[in-house]
């Protein structure tokens, strides 16, 4: 059996959230496993979710006021750098791990969680 994860931001309102709970309503749950992370816990369609799916929650670090200017120096210093990509190497080290080998890792949408 192989195992996935999808990582997304929420299941709130929009075409990406719909268009990943679509998919996990027809996967083959005889020959995947499905892990689904989310950064936040509210959202239209989180009750669509099929009971097959395994869902884990990540909360996002507060950031103290050196996180904050160290963001704000790295927007000044990388001025052409989509700012999820300079948040994420702020805040990658204060996430806990998650330690599971994937076969396959999805990030469904754009910004923080392609990183």
């Known amino acids: 059996m192989k195992h996935v994860v999808f990582v997304i931001e929420s299941l709130g309102l929009g075409g990406a959230e719909k268009s990943l709970v679509t998919l996990l309503?027809?996967?083959d749950y005889t020959a995947y496993n499905v892990d689904l992370i989310l950064f936040k816990k509210e959202g239209i369609f989180k009750k669509l979710i099929p009971d097959n799916v395994n869902v884990k929650y990540v909360t996002m670090p507060k950031l103290g006021?050196?996180?904050?200017?160290?963001?704000?120096?790295?927007?000044?210093?990388?001025?052409n750098h989509?700012?999820?990509q300079l948040f994420w190497k702020i805040?990658?080290?204060?996430?806990?791990?998650i330690d599971v080998d994937y076969d396959a890792a999805i990030a469904y949408n754009q910004g923080l969680v392609t990183y």
């Open 91 to 97: 805040i990658k080290n204060k996430f806990d791990v």
């Open 65 to 79: 006021l050196i996180d904050r200017l160290r963001f704000k120096l790295l927007k000044m210093t990388y001025p």
């Open 25 to 27: 309503q027809n996967i």
């Open 82 to 84: 989509h700012a999820a």
